[in-house]
C-alpha cells in the first residue's frame, strides 16, 4: 500500500490528527501549527526541514502510523487490553461536578501530582483569553487542573508541548485522545525519555474531533460573535453538563449535550476520524467514557456525575486501586457487556474499519502504517456492512472529502 511521503502530504490527504507532535518534535521555529480553510489546526513548514527530521516526524506522526505491541493483558477483539473495567467517580465533590464522566481523568491527575509520583500534568483546555480555542496547558496543581475540567470537543495539540517536558527531566502525565496517546506511544520508540518520564497516559472514548466552525456555529445559533464571548464550555458543571456561553456584557446560554452533539459536533469530524484505528485508547494506561443508563450513547438528561474506567495496564490499574484505598475515588466493577450497550459504536467503528481503508487504497491514496489493533478480526463483525463502506469511502475520496489545505502561516495563540 501506498504511504504518505511527506508531512504536506500527510495534511493535503486528510491523514493528520492534529496533535503537535511534529511541532514539538521539529521546532516551533521550523514548524508551527494552525487553523487551515477546513477548521483543523495543522502544521505549516515555516523552512525546509532536514531529511533525518522529516523522516521522524513521519515516523512518529499518528496519523500516519500507529502500532500496538504485545500486552500481558486480556485483549478483547474490539475493546483492547483490559486489566480492569469499573464504573466510579471522583470522590472530590467539585471534581466530579466540573469535570466530565464524573472527573475521573481529573481526579487521577491530581493524585499524580498530589502524591509526588508526577511533577505535571501535559493537557488542554479553553484559551481564556480566546475561549472558542484550545490552549496547551501544564498544569502543576489541583486548582490548575480544575481550572481547565471538562471535555473539549474542538481542535486542540496537547502534543506541541512534549519536548518542553522531556527536557526537563521530571516525570509528567498526559491527557489526550486516543491518537495523541499513539502518538506518544510512537515517540517512545525513537526517545528513551518518555518510558522513563511520562508516568501516566489518560484518554477517554473518542467519537471524533470537531472542526473549528462547530464552535462558532453554535455561538452564531444564540446570536453571538466570537469576539464577545468570555466564556465557551462545551461541556462539564454536571453530567453531562450543560454548553454553555458567556459574553463580556453579561448575557449566558445554553443548550444540552445531546443537542450539541447531535445538531452540532458530528456535523464537521475531520477526515482521520472516518478511518481511526483505535477510537478507545488501547495504548493508554487508563482511559474515561460516559457511562450512561441508557443503551443509545446518549445522555437525555442531567444526573450525578459517573463514569466508565478502564485500566488498560498494570500501572493504570495500580493507581486506581491506590486512590480507590485513599477514599479519592469511588470505584465498582462493571461487565463488559453492560459498558458495550453504554456505548454501543465503538465496535461498529472498528468492525468496519478494515473496509474503508480498502477504499481509501483503492481510491488510490495514501493508507496509514496500522498494526497490532486486530482490525482484520474485528471485521467479522461488520461483515454486512463491508461493500456499502467500501463503496462510501470511495465516493468520498471522488468528491475530494480527504482532501484539506495547508495553513496559511502557522499562527497560533499561545
Not at 511521503?5 to 493535503?12: G, H, N, Q, R
Amino acid at each position: 500500500m501506498t504511504r504518505a511521503a511527506s508531512i504536506d502530504d500527510i495534511v493535503t490527504r486528510g491523514l493528520c490528527v492534529g496533535c503537535g507532535l511534529c511541532e514539538s518534535l521539529a521546532g516551533a521555529d521550523k514548524l508551527k501549527l494552525g487553523l487551515n480553510a477546513e477548521g483543523f489546526l495543522r502544521p505549516k513548514q515555516l523552512m525546509p526541514l532536514d531529511a533525518e527530521t522529516e523522516r521522524k516526524v513521519l515516523a512518529v506522526c499518528p496519523g500516519n502510523v500507529q502500532r500496538v505491541e504485545g500486552t500481558d493483558s486480556p485483549v478483547d477483539v474490539i475493546w483492547g487490553p483490559l486489566k480492569g473495567l469499573f464504573a466510579g467517580y471522583s470522590r472530590d465533590e467539585e471534581i466530579r461536578f466540573k469535570g466530565s464522566s464524573g472527573g475521573v481523568a481529573t481526579a487521577v491527575a491530581a493524585h499524580m501530582l498530589n502524591s509526588g509520583m508526577a511533577s505535571a500534568v501535559l493537557e488542554v483546555s479553553a484559551d481564556s483569553a480566546a475561549p472558542l480555542h484550545a490552549v496547551t496547558r501544564v498544569a502543576k496543581n489541583r486548582s490548575e487542573l480544575i481550572e481547565g475540567a471538562g471535555s473539549w470537543y474542538g481542535p486542540a495539540a496537547p502534543l506541541r508541548r512534549m519536548h518542553e517536558l522531556l527536557d526537563k527531566g521530571k516525570p509528567f502525565v498526559v491527557i489526550g485522545k486516543p491518537c495523541d496517546i499513539a502518538g506518544v506511544r510512537n515517540l517512545a520508540r525513537i526517545d528513551p525519555r518518555v518510558d522513563r518520564l511520562v508516568v501516566c497516559t489518560i484518554s477517554f472514548l473518542c467519537a471524533g474531533l470537531s472542526s473549528f466552525g462547530v464552535a462558532r456555529n453554535i455561538i452564531a445559533g444564540h446570536g453571538v460573535e466570537e469576539k464577545d464571548v468570555s466564556l465557551f464550555r462545551f461541556r462539564g458543571h454536571g453530567c453531562p453538563g450543560m454548553t454553555r456561553i458567556e459574553t463580556h456584557d453579561g448575557r449566558a446560554f445554553e443548550q444540552t449535550y445531546d443537542d450539541t452533539w447531535s445538531h452540532a459536533l458530528n456535523q464537521a469530524i475531520q477526515f482521520r476520524c472516518k478511518i481511526c484505528p483505535d477510537s478507545t485508547g488501547e495504548q493508554a494506561d487508563i482511559v474515561c467514557a460516559d457511562a450512561w443508563d441508557n443503551d443509545d450513547g446518549y445522555a437525555h438528561g442531567e444526573k450525578e456525575g459517573r463514569g466508565a474506567i478502564l485500566a488498560r495496564t498494570e500501572r493504570g490499574l495500580a493507581i486506581l486501586k491506590s486512590m480507590q484505598t485513599r477514599a479519592e475515588l469511588e470505584m465498582q466493577p462493571l461487565e463488559l457487556s453492560r459498558f458495550e450497550r453504554m456505548q454501543p459504536h465503538h465496535k461498529h467503528r472498528k468492525s468496519v474499519l478494515v473496509a474503508r481503508l480498502l477504499g481509501l487504497w483503492l481510491g488510490g491514496q495514501p493508507v496509514p502504517d496500522y498494526k497490532g489493533l486486530r482490525l482484520f478480526s474485528a471485521s467479522r463483525f461488520g461483515r454486512r456492512y463491508l461493500f456499502s463502506n467500501v463503496r462510501g469511502m470511495i465516493r468520498r475520496i471522488k468528491s475530494g472529502a480527504n482532501r484539506e489545505t495547508l495553513p496559511a502561516g502557522g499562527e497560533r495563540r499561545e
